[in-house]
Protein backbone atom coordinates (compact mmCIF):
# COMPACT_ATOMS: atom_id res chain seq x y z
CA UNK A 1 0.00 0.00 0.00
CA UNK A 2 1.48 2.94 -1.21
CA UNK A 3 1.61 5.83 1.57
CA UNK A 4 0.26 10.01 0.34
CA UNK A 5 1.66 12.47 2.46
CA UNK A 6 -0.33 15.98 3.02
CA UNK A 7 2.40 18.97 2.38
CA UNK A 8 1.15 22.52 3.54
CA UNK A 9 1.74 24.54 1.02
CA UNK A 10 2.81 28.33 1.57
CA UNK A 11 1.74 30.02 -1.00
CA UNK A 12 1.97 33.97 -2.50
CA UNK A 13 -1.69 35.51 -2.25
CA UNK A 14 -2.83 38.84 -3.29
CA UNK A 15 -6.61 39.03 -2.43
CA UNK A 16 -8.02 42.66 -1.78
CA UNK A 17 -11.29 42.64 -0.40
CA UNK A 18 -12.93 46.10 -2.22
CA UNK A 19 -16.88 46.34 -1.21
CA UNK A 20 -19.87 43.79 -1.32
CA UNK A 21 -19.45 43.78 -5.04
CA UNK A 22 -16.30 41.76 -4.96
CA UNK A 23 -12.64 40.88 -4.95
CA UNK A 24 -10.15 39.02 -7.05
CA UNK A 25 -7.22 36.78 -5.85
CA UNK A 26 -4.20 35.47 -7.10
CA UNK A 27 -2.59 31.82 -5.80
CA UNK A 28 0.59 30.34 -6.46
CA UNK A 29 4.04 31.03 -6.83
CA UNK A 30 6.78 30.76 -9.18
CA UNK A 31 5.49 27.93 -11.34
CA UNK A 32 2.37 26.83 -13.35
CA UNK A 33 -0.63 26.97 -11.01
CA UNK A 34 -4.17 26.36 -12.08
CA UNK A 35 -7.74 26.42 -10.76
CA UNK A 36 -10.80 23.83 -12.37
CA UNK A 37 -13.10 24.31 -9.69
CA UNK A 38 -15.02 26.24 -7.18
CA UNK A 39 -17.73 25.38 -4.42
CA UNK A 40 -19.21 28.32 -2.61
CA UNK A 41 -19.37 25.97 1.07
CA UNK A 42 -22.01 25.98 3.61
CA UNK A 43 -19.73 28.14 5.91
CA UNK A 44 -19.88 30.62 3.26
CA UNK A 45 -16.83 30.51 2.06
CA UNK A 46 -15.10 29.00 -0.91
CA UNK A 47 -12.96 25.20 -1.76
CA UNK A 48 -11.22 25.61 -5.06
CA UNK A 49 -8.89 22.49 -6.23
CA UNK A 50 -7.01 22.46 -8.87
CA UNK A 51 -2.82 21.59 -9.74
CA UNK A 52 -0.35 23.62 -7.95
CA UNK A 53 3.57 22.97 -8.86
CA UNK A 54 6.42 23.38 -6.51
CA UNK A 55 9.03 24.57 -8.75
CA UNK A 56 8.46 25.19 -12.49
CA UNK A 57 7.39 22.30 -14.80
CA UNK A 58 5.14 21.38 -17.23
CA UNK A 59 1.42 20.90 -17.13
CA UNK A 60 0.61 17.24 -15.51
CA UNK A 61 3.18 17.58 -13.14
CA UNK A 62 2.58 18.91 -10.02
CA UNK A 63 0.34 18.45 -6.87
CA UNK A 64 -3.12 17.71 -6.81
CA UNK A 65 -4.75 20.66 -4.34
CA UNK A 66 -7.00 21.86 -2.44
CA UNK A 67 -7.42 26.19 -1.34
CA UNK A 68 -9.96 27.42 1.11
CA UNK A 69 -10.39 30.89 1.29
CA UNK A 70 -12.73 32.87 3.64
CA UNK A 71 -15.41 34.84 1.77
CA UNK A 72 -13.21 37.53 0.74
CA UNK A 73 -10.61 35.33 -0.89
CA UNK A 74 -8.09 35.16 2.15
CA UNK A 75 -6.54 31.62 2.61
CA UNK A 76 -8.03 30.10 5.48
CA UNK A 77 -6.08 26.81 4.52
CA UNK A 78 -3.84 25.38 1.37
CA UNK A 79 -2.87 22.02 1.10
CA UNK A 80 -1.47 19.21 -1.75
CA UNK A 81 -2.43 15.74 -1.21
CA UNK A 82 0.33 13.80 -3.71
CA UNK A 83 1.82 14.10 -7.64
CA UNK A 84 -1.89 14.50 -9.44
CA UNK A 85 -4.38 17.33 -10.69
CA UNK A 86 -7.63 18.20 -9.39
CA UNK A 87 -10.41 18.64 -11.73
CA UNK A 88 -14.13 18.39 -9.58
CA UNK A 89 -14.38 19.60 -6.00
CA UNK A 90 -18.08 19.60 -3.81
CA UNK A 91 -18.88 20.15 -0.43
CA UNK A 92 -21.10 17.13 0.41
CA UNK A 93 -23.93 16.83 3.31
CA UNK A 94 -21.98 16.08 5.80
CA UNK A 95 -19.82 19.26 5.65
CA UNK A 96 -16.75 17.35 4.23
CA UNK A 97 -14.89 18.09 0.64
CA UNK A 98 -15.01 15.15 -2.16
CA UNK A 99 -12.64 15.50 -5.30
CA UNK A 100 -11.63 13.81 -8.27
CA UNK A 101 -9.06 14.06 -10.38
CA UNK A 102 -5.67 12.05 -11.41
CA UNK A 103 -2.55 10.45 -9.47
CA UNK A 104 0.30 10.83 -11.41
CA UNK A 105 2.15 8.18 -9.98
CA UNK A 106 1.21 6.15 -11.18
CA UNK A 107 -1.57 7.57 -13.90
CA UNK A 108 -4.88 6.69 -12.21
CA UNK A 109 -8.35 8.07 -11.86
CA UNK A 110 -8.59 9.35 -7.97
CA UNK A 111 -11.22 10.16 -5.41
CA UNK A 112 -10.18 11.82 -2.34
CA UNK A 113 -12.53 12.93 0.77
CA UNK A 114 -10.97 15.29 3.25
CA UNK A 115 -12.24 17.23 5.93
CA UNK A 116 -13.05 20.76 6.82
CA UNK A 117 -9.87 21.09 7.88
CA UNK A 118 -8.33 19.63 4.71
CA UNK A 119 -7.52 16.25 6.73
CA UNK A 120 -7.51 13.17 4.76
CA UNK A 121 -10.33 10.78 5.55
CA UNK A 122 -9.94 8.19 2.78
CA UNK A 123 -8.98 8.19 -0.60
CA UNK A 124 -9.61 6.24 -3.43
CA UNK A 125 -7.33 4.67 -7.00
CA UNK A 126 -9.87 2.57 -9.42
CA UNK A 127 -7.37 2.63 -12.56
CA UNK A 128 -5.66 4.03 -15.32
CA UNK A 129 -7.48 7.22 -16.21
CA UNK A 130 -9.17 10.77 -15.07
CA UNK A 131 -11.76 11.56 -13.38
CA UNK A 132 -13.31 14.85 -14.69
CA UNK A 133 -16.44 15.84 -13.16
CA UNK A 134 -18.11 14.60 -9.38
CA UNK A 135 -21.22 14.73 -7.82
CA UNK A 136 -22.84 13.18 -4.81
CA UNK A 137 -25.75 11.03 -5.41
CA UNK A 138 -29.04 11.12 -3.41
CA UNK A 139 -27.64 7.55 -1.51
CA UNK A 140 -25.18 9.44 -0.27
CA UNK A 141 -22.55 8.06 -2.82
CA UNK A 142 -21.01 9.82 -5.75
CA UNK A 143 -20.87 9.58 -9.74
CA UNK A 144 -17.42 10.27 -11.39
CA UNK A 145 -17.43 10.87 -15.35
CA UNK A 146 -14.03 11.24 -17.45
CA UNK A 147 -12.24 8.33 -19.39
CA UNK A 148 -10.04 5.99 -18.98
CA UNK A 149 -6.82 4.62 -20.16
CA UNK A 150 -3.36 7.04 -20.75
CA UNK A 151 -4.95 9.36 -23.85
CA UNK A 152 -8.53 9.54 -24.02
CA UNK A 153 -9.32 5.95 -24.80
CA UNK A 154 -13.38 5.15 -23.74
CA UNK A 155 -15.50 7.30 -21.53
CA UNK A 156 -15.97 6.19 -18.04
CA UNK A 157 -18.66 5.97 -15.43
CA UNK A 158 -17.85 5.11 -11.72
CA UNK A 159 -20.51 4.37 -9.14
CA UNK A 160 -19.28 4.76 -5.44
CA UNK A 161 -21.05 4.55 -2.24
CA UNK A 162 -20.16 7.07 0.63
CA UNK A 163 -16.87 5.74 1.49
CA UNK A 164 -15.70 5.34 -2.07
CA UNK A 165 -16.08 1.84 -2.52
CA UNK A 166 -16.83 1.12 -5.89
CA UNK A 167 -20.41 0.05 -6.65
CA UNK A 168 -20.41 -0.39 -10.35
CA UNK A 169 -18.16 1.26 -13.74
CA UNK A 170 -19.19 1.10 -17.58
CA UNK A 171 -17.59 1.98 -20.38
CA UNK A 172 -19.35 3.54 -23.75
CA UNK A 173 -16.83 3.87 -26.40
CA UNK A 174 -14.03 5.48 -27.25
CA UNK A 175 -14.46 8.89 -26.05
CA UNK A 176 -14.21 11.58 -22.87
CA UNK A 177 -16.31 12.62 -20.28
CA UNK A 178 -16.54 16.00 -19.11
CA UNK A 179 -19.75 16.38 -17.04
CA UNK A 180 -22.28 13.89 -14.78
CA UNK A 181 -25.62 14.73 -13.62
CA UNK A 182 -27.74 12.53 -11.38
CA UNK A 183 -31.38 13.16 -12.84
CA UNK A 184 -34.81 13.63 -11.43
CA UNK A 185 -35.64 9.71 -12.53
CA UNK A 186 -32.90 8.61 -10.69
CA UNK A 187 -30.73 8.10 -13.52
CA UNK A 188 -27.46 9.71 -15.19
CA UNK A 189 -26.40 12.35 -18.03
CA UNK A 190 -23.27 12.42 -19.47
CA UNK A 191 -22.14 15.20 -21.52
CA UNK A 192 -18.90 14.07 -23.65
CA UNK A 193 -17.07 13.78 -26.61
CA UNK A 194 -16.26 11.49 -29.39
CA UNK A 195 -14.41 11.47 -32.11
CA UNK A 196 -15.54 11.86 -35.84
CA UNK A 197 -14.89 10.70 -39.00
CA UNK A 198 -11.85 12.53 -39.08
CA UNK A 199 -9.61 11.52 -36.05
CA UNK A 200 -8.66 15.72 -35.10
CA UNK A 201 -12.86 16.40 -34.59
CA UNK A 202 -15.47 15.93 -32.50
CA UNK A 203 -18.98 15.97 -31.63
CA UNK A 204 -20.85 16.56 -28.73
CA UNK A 205 -21.50 12.89 -27.18
CA UNK A 206 -24.76 12.64 -24.68
CA UNK A 207 -25.50 9.55 -22.63
CA UNK A 208 -28.47 8.68 -20.71
CA UNK A 209 -28.22 5.58 -18.28
CA UNK A 210 -30.74 4.23 -16.18
CA UNK A 211 -29.41 3.96 -11.95
CA UNK A 212 -27.05 1.03 -12.64
CA UNK A 213 -25.17 2.79 -15.60
CA UNK A 214 -26.97 0.87 -18.38
CA UNK A 215 -27.88 3.12 -21.37
CA UNK A 216 -31.46 3.97 -22.03
CA UNK A 217 -30.74 6.41 -25.09
CA UNK A 218 -27.35 8.18 -26.65
CA UNK A 219 -27.46 11.46 -28.81
CA UNK A 220 -24.85 12.81 -30.99
CA UNK A 221 -24.56 16.54 -31.78
CA UNK A 222 -21.86 18.29 -34.52
CA UNK A 223 -21.88 19.96 -37.27
CA UNK A 224 -20.67 19.78 -41.44
CA UNK A 225 -17.07 19.32 -42.56
CA UNK A 226 -14.78 21.41 -40.40
CA UNK A 227 -17.79 22.56 -37.99
CA UNK A 228 -17.90 20.65 -35.05
CA UNK A 229 -19.43 21.15 -31.48
CA UNK A 230 -17.86 20.54 -28.02
CA UNK A 231 -19.83 20.27 -24.80
CA UNK A 232 -17.88 21.09 -21.77
CA UNK A 233 -20.61 21.08 -18.95
CA UNK A 234 -24.06 19.75 -18.77
CA UNK A 235 -26.95 20.72 -15.75
CA UNK A 236 -30.41 19.46 -15.48
CA UNK A 237 -33.07 22.16 -15.23
CA UNK A 238 -36.60 21.67 -13.61
CA UNK A 239 -38.48 21.14 -16.63
CA UNK A 240 -36.21 17.72 -16.97
CA UNK A 241 -34.68 19.24 -20.23
CA UNK A 242 -30.81 19.67 -19.97
CA UNK A 243 -28.52 23.09 -20.56
CA UNK A 244 -25.60 22.40 -22.06
CA UNK A 245 -22.31 25.12 -23.17
CA UNK A 246 -19.34 24.80 -24.67
CA UNK A 247 -18.18 25.55 -28.05
CA UNK A 248 -18.69 25.56 -31.70
CA UNK A 249 -15.79 25.32 -33.86
CA UNK A 250 -16.47 26.82 -37.46
CA UNK A 251 -12.46 26.44 -38.58
CA UNK A 252 -9.51 26.78 -36.84
CA UNK A 253 -9.56 30.45 -36.61
CA UNK A 254 -12.98 30.83 -35.62
CA UNK A 255 -14.55 29.47 -32.46
CA UNK A 256 -17.54 30.94 -30.54
CA UNK A 257 -19.35 29.68 -27.24
CA UNK A 258 -22.56 27.90 -27.25
CA UNK A 259 -25.76 27.70 -25.41
CA UNK A 260 -28.01 24.32 -25.96
CA UNK A 261 -31.09 23.60 -24.85
CA UNK A 262 -32.60 20.02 -25.12
CA UNK A 263 -35.84 18.25 -23.38
CA UNK A 264 -35.53 15.18 -21.51
CA UNK A 265 -35.56 13.08 -24.76
CA UNK A 266 -32.41 14.71 -26.08
CA UNK A 267 -33.92 16.89 -28.72
CA UNK A 268 -32.95 20.52 -29.08
CA UNK A 269 -35.11 23.67 -28.35
CA UNK A 270 -33.03 25.59 -29.29
CA UNK A 271 -29.07 26.68 -30.00
CA UNK A 272 -26.86 29.60 -29.32
CA UNK A 273 -23.53 31.00 -30.47
CA UNK A 274 -21.93 34.57 -28.80
CA UNK A 275 -18.64 35.58 -29.41
CA UNK A 276 -16.46 37.53 -31.84
CA UNK A 277 -15.59 35.88 -35.20
CA UNK A 278 -12.66 34.74 -33.20
CA UNK A 279 -11.50 32.29 -30.55
CA UNK A 280 -14.53 31.81 -27.71
CA UNK A 281 -14.56 29.30 -25.90
CA UNK A 282 -17.86 28.15 -23.37
CA UNK A 283 -16.53 25.99 -20.39
CA UNK A 284 -18.77 26.05 -17.61
CA UNK A 285 -22.49 26.97 -16.93
CA UNK A 286 -24.72 27.34 -13.91
CA UNK A 287 -28.75 27.86 -14.00
CA UNK A 288 -28.85 31.06 -11.70
CA UNK A 289 -31.74 31.92 -9.56
CA UNK A 290 -33.81 34.01 -11.66
CA UNK A 291 -34.34 30.56 -14.28
CA UNK A 292 -31.03 32.34 -16.80
CA UNK A 293 -27.82 31.14 -16.95
CA UNK A 294 -24.29 32.49 -16.37
CA UNK A 295 -21.31 30.83 -18.41
CA UNK A 296 -17.85 31.46 -17.96
CA UNK A 297 -14.55 31.12 -20.51
CA UNK A 298 -12.41 32.13 -22.83
CA UNK A 299 -12.90 35.36 -24.85
CA UNK A 300 -10.37 36.19 -28.12
CA UNK A 301 -7.90 33.05 -27.07
CA UNK A 302 -6.56 35.58 -23.77
CA UNK A 303 -9.15 36.52 -21.72
CA UNK A 304 -11.55 35.20 -19.17
CA UNK A 305 -14.92 35.65 -20.42
CA UNK A 306 -18.51 35.74 -18.36
CA UNK A 307 -21.64 35.47 -20.05
CA UNK A 308 -25.27 36.11 -18.12
CA UNK A 309 -28.09 35.08 -19.93
CA UNK A 310 -32.39 35.11 -19.53
CA UNK A 311 -34.08 31.45 -19.45
CA UNK A 312 -34.48 31.60 -23.70
CA UNK A 313 -30.19 32.39 -24.08
CA UNK A 314 -30.61 35.80 -24.69
CA UNK A 315 -28.00 37.78 -23.64
CA UNK A 316 -28.14 40.19 -20.21
CA UNK A 317 -24.67 41.03 -20.06
CA UNK A 318 -21.18 40.09 -20.90
CA UNK A 319 -17.99 40.93 -18.61
CA UNK A 320 -14.53 40.64 -19.49
CA UNK A 321 -11.68 40.47 -17.20
CA UNK A 322 -7.74 40.50 -17.49
CA UNK A 323 -4.76 41.08 -14.81
CA UNK A 324 -1.93 40.81 -18.25
CA UNK A 325 -1.44 38.69 -21.53
CA UNK A 326 -3.75 36.13 -21.11
CA UNK A 327 -6.42 34.24 -18.65
CA UNK A 328 -9.18 31.74 -18.44
CA UNK A 329 -11.89 30.79 -16.36
CA UNK A 330 -13.14 27.10 -15.54
CA UNK A 331 -15.96 27.46 -13.15
CA UNK A 332 -18.92 29.82 -12.31
CA UNK A 333 -21.26 29.31 -9.89
CA UNK A 334 -23.81 31.81 -8.04
CA UNK A 335 -23.22 32.64 -4.67
CA UNK A 336 -25.42 33.16 -1.88
CA UNK A 337 -25.57 36.82 -1.87
CA UNK A 338 -26.97 36.60 -6.05
CA UNK A 339 -23.08 37.37 -7.15
CA UNK A 340 -21.12 34.82 -8.68
CA UNK A 341 -17.28 32.74 -7.43
CA UNK A 342 -15.13 32.17 -10.62
CA UNK A 343 -12.31 30.43 -11.12
CA UNK A 344 -9.32 30.02 -13.82
CA UNK A 345 -6.01 31.22 -14.41
CA UNK A 346 -4.36 34.25 -15.26
CA UNK A 347 -0.33 34.63 -16.44
CA UNK A 348 0.04 37.68 -13.85
CA UNK A 349 2.82 35.56 -11.57
CA UNK A 350 6.13 36.39 -11.45
CA UNK A 351 7.02 33.82 -14.45
CA UNK A 352 4.25 31.28 -14.68
CA UNK A 353 0.24 31.37 -14.76
CA UNK A 354 -1.44 31.24 -11.55
CA UNK A 355 -4.71 30.23 -10.09
CA UNK A 356 -7.49 33.21 -10.18
CA UNK A 357 -10.28 33.78 -8.16
CA UNK A 358 -13.40 36.60 -8.68
CA UNK A 359 -15.95 37.32 -6.59
CA UNK A 360 -18.07 39.34 -8.19
CA UNK A 361 -21.90 41.03 -7.10
CA UNK A 362 -24.84 40.22 -9.43
CA UNK A 363 -23.82 42.26 -12.61
CA UNK A 364 -20.26 40.94 -12.88
CA UNK A 365 -18.35 44.06 -11.19
CA UNK A 366 -15.13 42.80 -9.21
CA UNK A 367 -13.81 46.94 -8.24
CA UNK A 368 -15.38 49.00 -6.55
CA UNK A 369 -17.23 52.13 -7.93
CA UNK A 370 -20.70 53.09 -7.33
CA UNK A 371 -21.42 55.47 -10.25
CA UNK A 372 -22.50 53.35 -13.73
CA UNK A 373 -23.70 54.80 -17.02
CA UNK A 374 -27.16 55.74 -16.76
CA UNK A 375 -28.42 57.43 -20.21
CA UNK A 376 -26.42 58.28 -22.81
CA UNK A 377 -26.87 61.57 -24.43
CA UNK A 378 -24.14 62.10 -27.34
CA UNK A 379 -23.54 60.25 -29.73
CA UNK A 380 -26.79 58.13 -30.49
CA UNK A 381 -26.87 54.65 -31.76
CA UNK A 382 -26.53 55.10 -35.64
CA UNK A 383 -25.67 58.54 -35.86
CA UNK A 384 -23.59 60.04 -38.51
CA UNK A 385 -21.35 62.69 -36.43
CA UNK A 386 -18.49 64.86 -37.83
CA UNK A 387 -17.80 67.19 -34.21
CA UNK A 388 -19.59 66.16 -30.92
CA UNK A 389 -19.26 66.78 -27.44
CA UNK A 390 -19.76 63.35 -25.89
CA UNK A 391 -22.39 63.64 -22.77
CA UNK A 392 -24.18 61.41 -20.81
CA UNK A 393 -26.01 60.49 -17.23
CA UNK A 394 -24.17 58.53 -14.48
CA UNK A 395 -26.09 57.38 -11.57
CA UNK A 396 -24.91 56.23 -8.00
CA UNK A 397 -26.26 53.18 -8.19
CA UNK A 398 -24.96 51.94 -4.75
CA UNK A 399 -27.08 52.47 -0.98
CA UNK A 400 -24.24 55.31 0.18
CA UNK A 401 -23.01 58.68 -0.99
CA UNK A 402 -20.45 57.96 -3.73
CA UNK A 403 -17.82 61.08 -4.65
CA UNK A 404 -14.40 60.94 -5.83
CA UNK A 405 -14.81 58.26 -9.16
CA UNK A 406 -14.04 58.51 -12.30
CA UNK A 407 -16.41 58.57 -15.62
CA UNK A 408 -14.94 57.91 -18.42
CA UNK A 409 -15.77 58.04 -22.51
CA UNK A 410 -13.77 56.09 -24.72
CA UNK A 411 -13.84 56.47 -28.62
CA UNK A 412 -12.06 54.33 -30.98
CA UNK A 413 -12.89 53.19 -34.31
CA UNK A 414 -13.10 49.39 -36.14
CA UNK A 415 -10.70 50.37 -38.67
CA UNK A 416 -8.11 52.26 -36.27
CA UNK A 417 -8.13 55.31 -38.29
CA UNK A 418 -9.35 58.58 -36.40
CA UNK A 419 -6.86 58.25 -33.07
CA UNK A 420 -8.37 57.04 -29.62
CA UNK A 421 -10.38 58.72 -27.70
CA UNK A 422 -9.95 58.49 -23.69
CA UNK A 423 -11.71 61.27 -21.60
CA UNK A 424 -11.59 60.80 -17.72
CA UNK A 425 -13.97 63.18 -15.62
CA UNK A 426 -13.33 63.01 -11.71
CA UNK A 427 -16.20 63.46 -9.44
CA UNK A 428 -14.89 64.70 -6.36
CA UNK A 429 -18.20 66.18 -5.24
CA UNK A 430 -20.74 63.55 -3.02
CA UNK A 431 -23.68 61.93 -5.01
CA UNK A 432 -26.50 60.84 -3.62
CA UNK A 433 -27.80 57.49 -3.84
CA UNK A 434 -30.16 56.82 -6.71
CA UNK A 435 -29.15 60.73 -8.11
CA UNK A 436 -27.32 61.14 -11.52
CA UNK A 437 -24.92 63.21 -12.54
CA UNK A 438 -24.35 64.89 -16.14
CA UNK A 439 -20.85 64.67 -17.59
CA UNK A 440 -20.06 66.51 -21.17
CA UNK A 441 -16.66 65.55 -21.87
CA UNK A 442 -14.01 67.25 -24.54
CA UNK A 443 -15.01 67.75 -27.83
CA UNK A 444 -14.82 65.04 -30.39
CA UNK A 445 -13.79 65.60 -33.89
CA UNK A 446 -13.83 62.88 -36.69
CA UNK A 447 -11.08 62.76 -38.96
CA UNK A 448 -11.61 59.73 -41.61
CA UNK A 449 -15.20 58.17 -42.29
CA UNK A 450 -15.77 54.69 -40.30
CA UNK A 451 -17.74 52.73 -37.90
CA UNK A 452 -16.84 54.29 -33.90
CA UNK A 453 -17.77 52.39 -30.74
CA UNK A 454 -18.38 55.15 -27.67
CA UNK A 455 -17.69 53.48 -24.93
CA UNK A 456 -19.05 55.47 -21.28
CA UNK A 457 -18.43 54.14 -18.00
CA UNK A 458 -16.73 54.60 -14.48
CA UNK A 459 -14.02 53.18 -12.30
CA UNK A 460 -12.58 54.24 -8.78
CA UNK A 461 -8.71 54.83 -9.94
CA UNK A 462 -8.11 57.27 -12.30
CA UNK A 463 -6.34 54.14 -14.81
CA UNK A 464 -8.77 51.14 -14.06
CA UNK A 465 -7.08 47.38 -14.34
CA UNK A 466 -10.77 45.87 -15.29
CA UNK A 467 -13.11 46.54 -17.54
CA UNK A 468 -16.34 47.70 -15.55
CA UNK A 469 -20.21 47.73 -16.06
CA UNK A 470 -20.74 50.08 -19.29
CA UNK A 471 -22.72 51.40 -21.58
CA UNK A 472 -22.09 51.75 -25.53
CA UNK A 473 -23.32 53.06 -28.87
CA UNK A 474 -21.88 52.44 -32.14
CA UNK A 475 -22.24 55.65 -34.79
CA UNK A 476 -20.86 56.56 -38.10
CA UNK A 477 -18.14 59.48 -38.74
CA UNK A 478 -17.71 61.59 -41.25
CA UNK A 479 -14.54 64.30 -41.82
CA UNK A 480 -14.78 67.14 -39.95
CA UNK A 481 -14.78 70.35 -41.77
CA UNK A 482 -14.22 72.71 -39.23
CA UNK A 483 -17.19 73.82 -38.99
CA UNK A 484 -19.14 73.50 -35.64
CA UNK A 485 -23.04 73.33 -35.85
CA UNK A 486 -24.95 73.09 -32.23
CA UNK A 487 -26.42 70.24 -31.34
CA UNK A 488 -28.58 70.46 -28.59
CA UNK A 489 -28.72 67.86 -25.99
CA UNK A 490 -32.21 67.00 -24.68
CA UNK A 491 -31.57 67.57 -21.12
CA UNK A 492 -34.36 66.49 -18.28
CA UNK A 493 -36.52 68.84 -16.46
CA UNK A 494 -39.57 69.27 -14.68
CA UNK A 495 -41.85 71.58 -12.94
CA UNK A 496 -44.61 71.94 -10.63
CA UNK A 497 -47.58 73.22 -12.42
CA UNK A 498 -50.07 73.31 -9.57
CA UNK A 499 -48.54 74.16 -6.33
CA UNK A 500 -50.85 74.52 -3.90
CA UNK A 501 -54.31 72.65 -3.37
CA UNK A 502 -55.79 68.79 -2.69
CA UNK A 503 -52.89 67.73 -4.61
CA UNK A 504 -50.24 69.17 -6.99
CA UNK A 505 -49.36 68.90 -10.41
CA UNK A 506 -46.03 68.06 -11.79
CA UNK A 507 -45.50 68.17 -15.62
CA UNK A 508 -41.69 66.79 -16.63
CA UNK A 509 -39.89 66.13 -20.05
CA UNK A 510 -36.42 64.22 -21.38
CA UNK A 511 -36.37 61.18 -19.08
CA UNK A 512 -36.09 58.07 -21.65
CA UNK A 513 -35.87 55.67 -19.17
CA UNK A 514 -38.98 57.32 -16.93
CA UNK A 515 -39.27 60.14 -14.10
CA UNK A 516 -38.86 59.52 -10.16
CA UNK A 517 -39.18 61.73 -7.47
CA UNK A 518 -38.85 61.68 -3.46
CA UNK A 519 -41.30 63.59 -1.21
CA UNK A 520 -40.27 64.55 2.19
CA UNK A 521 -42.37 66.53 4.86
CA UNK A 522 -41.36 69.27 6.59
CA UNK A 523 -38.87 67.67 8.85
CA UNK A 524 -36.94 66.18 6.04
CA UNK A 525 -38.80 62.38 6.40
CA UNK A 526 -39.40 60.91 2.98
CA UNK A 527 -42.55 60.05 3.03
CA UNK A 528 -43.23 58.59 -0.20
CA UNK A 529 -41.63 58.56 -4.01
CA UNK A 530 -43.51 59.89 -7.15
CA UNK A 531 -42.69 57.52 -10.57
CA UNK A 532 -44.02 57.52 -14.21
CA UNK A 533 -42.95 55.35 -17.26
CA UNK A 534 -42.97 57.73 -19.85
CA UNK A 535 -40.46 59.97 -21.33
CA UNK A 536 -42.21 63.10 -20.63
CA UNK A 537 -45.65 63.97 -19.35
CA UNK A 538 -47.15 64.45 -15.89
CA UNK A 539 -48.41 63.00 -12.76
CA UNK A 540 -50.14 63.96 -10.00
CA UNK A 541 -49.55 63.62 -6.06
CA UNK A 542 -51.19 64.44 -2.77
CA UNK A 543 -54.66 62.78 -3.01
CA UNK A 544 -54.49 61.39 0.27
CA UNK A 545 -51.39 63.44 2.33
CA UNK A 546 -52.89 65.46 5.09
CA UNK A 547 -52.46 69.34 4.65
CA UNK A 548 -49.00 70.68 5.27
CA UNK A 549 -46.00 71.88 3.55
CA UNK A 550 -43.77 69.10 1.11
CA UNK A 551 -40.22 69.59 -0.86
CA UNK A 552 -39.80 67.11 -3.93
CA UNK A 553 -36.64 66.46 -5.39
CA UNK A 554 -36.20 64.43 -8.35
CA UNK A 555 -33.75 61.66 -9.20
CA UNK A 556 -31.32 62.24 -12.36
CA UNK A 557 -31.42 66.45 -11.45
CA UNK A 558 -28.20 67.43 -12.25
CA UNK A 559 -28.73 70.65 -9.43
CA UNK A 560 -30.32 68.61 -6.95
CA UNK A 561 -33.43 70.57 -7.00
CA UNK A 562 -35.78 70.78 -4.78
CA UNK A 563 -39.10 72.54 -4.97
CA UNK A 564 -41.47 73.46 -2.53
CA UNK A 565 -45.56 72.79 -2.48
CA UNK A 566 -48.38 72.80 -0.10
CA UNK A 567 -50.84 70.39 0.50
CA UNK A 568 -54.72 72.01 1.67
CA UNK A 569 -57.97 70.35 2.46
Not at 35 to 48: A, K
Not at 302 to 314: A, N, V
Amino acid sequence: MRLFRTLIIAVTTVAVPLTSFGWTGIFGGDSLDRGNCVTQTSDNNFIITGEWASEPAAWNSGFLWLLKTDGYGKTIWSRSYGEGVGESVLENSEGEYVVTGIDLDPWELVLLKVDADGNTEWRHNYGSGRGLCVKETEDGGYIIAGFSGWEESSLWLIKTDSLGDTLWTSEYGYGVGYSVEETSDGGYIVLGKRRSHDIQLYDIWLIKTDSKGDTLWTRVYGGEDEERLLGDCIQELDDGGFIITGTKWFDINWWDVMLFKIDPEGDSLWMKFYGTYSWDKGHHIEKTHDGGYIVTGLWHNERLWMLRTDSEGDTLWTRVYWESVWECGYCVRQTTDGGYIVVGQTNSGPAYPNLWLLKTNEYGDTVWYEGSPREILEPQEGDTVAYMIPAAWFKNIGTMPAQNFYCHCEISSTEFHTPDYHVKYLVSYPVAPGDSVLIKFSPWACDDSAQYTARFYTSKEKEPIWQTREKSVTFYGEPWSGVVEDQPINLPHWEIVTSCGREIILQYSGYPQGFQASVFDVAGRKVDEVRACKPSGTVTWGESAPTGVYFIRASGSQAKEVKRFIIMR
